[in-house]
């Protein structure tokens, strides 16, 4: 079971260039709003046009530019999760999910046993603006699931949300999609989201789509300025190979050593805040402190270094309140990172 | 008082109400989804009757359907029916100035739908037909319905075209419209002002259904207690 996309549209604005192939489990699509991550699921469930590439889902061609399939939405057999769950406001829980049963004959059938897996008997009568958030993703993916779908879209269906009601849905939901044996494709901005609930993602950079890893592996080592930035690092430098395992970093004005060989093509490096250490080690990096902000549980201490111009802050430095406290409020400190935590970008 | 204009007047508008609704609906549809720049180009065409005065109207059909127009000559010679003059003539001019008005309305409704249930309904199996009777007309009904009543009051008003087209025969072609003209150039101000009264006395109605109308959708937008701020 394999759902396999290879698309290219041109817009306006920007060119659309997207190549993942996602199995069973949950693939993450992770990028930027405005990156083309909708564009990519409504092309994949016919919604939309693409310009040229290939569409196939389980052996199943739904899309190919160069033998003119172009299967109509109706038949792709492509469940797709709105935004808003987009229930029609018309009708009642229970008439939401016989409107996705396909078979006419076991229509209430069918709708009844999805009411009770879904927990939505007691409310089965109810129009969806008379129901919880909660229950309207649980509407949203019965109904998904009468239609018998091949595969799943989910287009950032927690953006809506926030704080714990976007957190409990999100549990609800990964529950919700084990029982489920396709392929699923999760767009979000959020990398909280993939890393919790996708095996595979790929970064979508500006309409171009990056090749799918690992969610452990891009989030530990990624290899690309864009998925560096959405993996949440905060610190991130021009550079430029200067030595064999050696890196220059332009705005910092350093010279690290990688412990690794150095890639010709390296054109950024990239260090979390958290994994800066006060202590003398490998890779010192004198800096001054330009500023000190309290957040809720945990010091950031902005920094400038040599390379930096003058009183612009270019480290972030994160700790523990405590471990901050007991520095003492220095004004200068020098900080040092462990090779193995200098992430090499393209 | 003769209550034909009354019924004349009444049926003119209920027959062109229910085939603008049609027309009007159709046409919204069919623009909504265009690509922009034939969206503009259509949309002009299809509003033009609303800016033009009715007269011009008029003039237009009486080219197309007049007794010596080819068309109006092919009417006349093969199934005996003159178009110009009658009382169903009327009814072709209501339609061209009324059909922008639910045009518009209607198209203005699709637009602010939430395309997102259209697309739902799709990917669900269910065919155009069925998104479009079971998800996109319940949705915009007080929207297209507000259409309608305009349409028929406008309809039920008109003058300029009816008066070329029908022109005004006691008792075959008159409309209220088209009397209370008759009756203030004889002079007969009494019975003028008992069609006057008549005619308010149905726009003011209609206007209240549209009213009425506009609430139940905002009461439904707004949240509750928002009145009391």
Redesign the interface.
Known sequence: MALEVQIEKKFEKFHLQVSFTSSDGITGLLGASGCGKSMTLKCVAGLITPDAGRIVLDGRTLYDSAQKIDLPPQQRQVGYLFQNYALFPNMTVTENIRAGVRDRTRRQAAADELLERFRLTDIAGKYPRQISGGQQQRTALARLFASRPACLLLDEPFSALDGYLRWEMELELGELLKDFSGPSVLVTHDRGEVYRLCQNACVLSRGRSEPLRPVRDLFQSPDTLSACLLSGCKNISRARPAGRQRVEALDWGVILDAGRPVPDDLAYVGIRAHFLAPHPGPNPIPCRVERVVEDVFSTVVMLSTPGGYEGSARLRWELEKDAWAALGGPEAVTLSVSPGDIMLLK | MDWFPLLNSLRIALISTVCVFFLGILAAWYVAKLPRGLKGALDCVLTLPLVLPPTVVGFFLLKLLGPKTPLGAWLLNTFDLRLTMTWPAAIFAVILVTFPLMYRTARGAFESF?P??L?????????NAWVFW??LM??CRQGLLAGTVLAFARGLGEYGATSMVSGYTPGRTATIATTVYQLWREGDDALAYRWVAVNVAISLAVLMAVNLLERREHWEKWPSGWSEV
């Open positions: 939430d997102n249930l697309s739902a309904g799709r990917t669900l199996g269910r065919s079971r998800v319940p949705g």
